[in-house]
């Protein structure tokens, strides 16, 4: 397995260096402007790379690439679907039809589903029986808009899928599948942080995921966590993978109940993320990733905690709905501060 994530890591540094020397050919960047706020045209290929990075395990894992043909098939047709996305920007309907998509072909020809929700309530497993199809294309549905939404700040998602993969590693050892899916996608995420996140080497992100990127990676976390918490491999109680995502699951049912009250579409583009109201409240842009990074981290810290400590499904789940409620209250307090009373943001770069 250690060939397989050190051939993905270079194979992701290698191919963003060069589709990034291309990508204007392709029209594949992103220009600043209306709540893009990054200074320059700067390019979308850091999910072409993570892709091709995910690929390599045809040739260095033969077997477990091979008797998981559909899933990488399924995550081609969203990477493909992503690219046309960055480039034309496709209607919401059709996007929202092929992710559903998505959903099916992994229920019906990769035998991936949503099946129990755990023991939630205390009386046993609550199996989902006819409705886990409608469950496992919420989840995926879902789990890609999570994603997507919060890719707006310079290493901002790349950061929390990491958390959240590092998390599923460490509950995975009984399962060598998720073990190894997870250490490969962490180490492609890891070569794209390079020139995504800022670093001393990076005053601003050299180039972004682009809704390649984020469906390939809400698509596969949420591939992960069915893994992780289905069937009779199953490693940890659905709930742990609330907590490891945490961050993404919450900003987006947020924004849907905040956009369904105004009359909007719940996939609407505006600034109402939290990562945006930090920063137009007078954060930098390093110090949110930063503060919503360890939040990630202490909500995944928690729920590794009670996963460990053998904590009932049901006061794991309570605890999450408290955790949904602060967060909520906090995100309205955020919402209703003062501009007035904070500093300007700093100059460093938002898209």
């Known amino acids: 397995m250690s060939i397989s994530i050190l051939v993905a890591f270079i194979s992701v540094v290698v191919a963003i260096y060069l589709l990034d020397l291309i990508a204007h050919h392709f029209d594949l960047h992103d220009e600043p ?31 477990l690439f091979n008797d998981h043909k559909m899933l990488f098939a399924t995550m081609l047709v969203l990477m493909c679907i992503g690219v046309l996305d960055d480039i ?8 929202m ?20 929700l755990g023991n939630l309530m205390g009386i046993g497993d609550l199996g989902l029986g006819p409705l886990a199809i409608l469950f496992t294309c919420i989840a995926v549905v879902g789990g890609i808009n999570a994603v997507n939404m919060m890719d707006g700040l310079d290493g901002l998602c790349g950061s929390l899928i ?13 399962n060598v599948l998720v073990l190894t899916l997870s250490s490969v996608t962490l180490a492609c995420v890891a070569g794209f942080l390079i020139y995504n996140f800022q670093l001393p080497w990076n005053p601003h992100a050299r180039v972004f995921m682009g809704d390649s990127g984020s469906y ?3 698509f596969i976390i949420v591939v992960l966590f ?9 490693v940890m109680a659905p709930v742990t993978a609330l907590w490891l995502l945490a961050i993404p699951l ?30 137009e409240r007078g954060f930098s842009v390093e110090k949110t990733v930063y503060f ?16 460990f400590l053998e904590v009932s499904e049901l006061v794991s789940f309570c605890l999450f709905l408290a955790f949904t409620t602060i967060y909520f209250i906090v995100v309205g307090k955020i919402r209703t501060f003062s501009l007035a009373s904070m500093a300007p943001t700093s100059g460093a770069e938002l898209k």
């Open 33 to 63: 402007g209306g709540r893009k706020q990054h200074h320059s045209a700067t390019s979308l290929v850091g999910g072409l790379g993570i892709a091709a990075g995910l690929l390599t395990l045809a040739f260095t894992d033969t077997a």
């Open 88 to 95: 034309r920007h496709m209607d919401t309907f059709a996007r």
């Open 97 to 116: 039809l092929v992710q559903v998509g998505a959903a099916l072909s992994i229920f019906y020809l990769a035998d991936i589903r949503f099946l129990s």
């Open 162 to 174: 990491v958390i959240a993969l590092a998390g599923l590693i460490l509950v995975s050892s009984q």
């Open 216 to 218: 390939i990676l809400g």
């Open 226 to 234: 069915l893994l992780a918490s289905q069937g009779s491999d199953k």
């Open 250 to 279: 919450l900003d987006c049912v947020h924004l849907v109940f905040y956009r369904a009250r105004r009359g909007r579409s719940p996939l609407s583009d505006d600034r109402e993320h939290i990562h945006y109201l930090l920063t």
């Open 292 to 307: 919503l990074c360890v939040a990630a981290i202490a909500s995944a810290g928690v729920g590794l905690a009670l996963h």
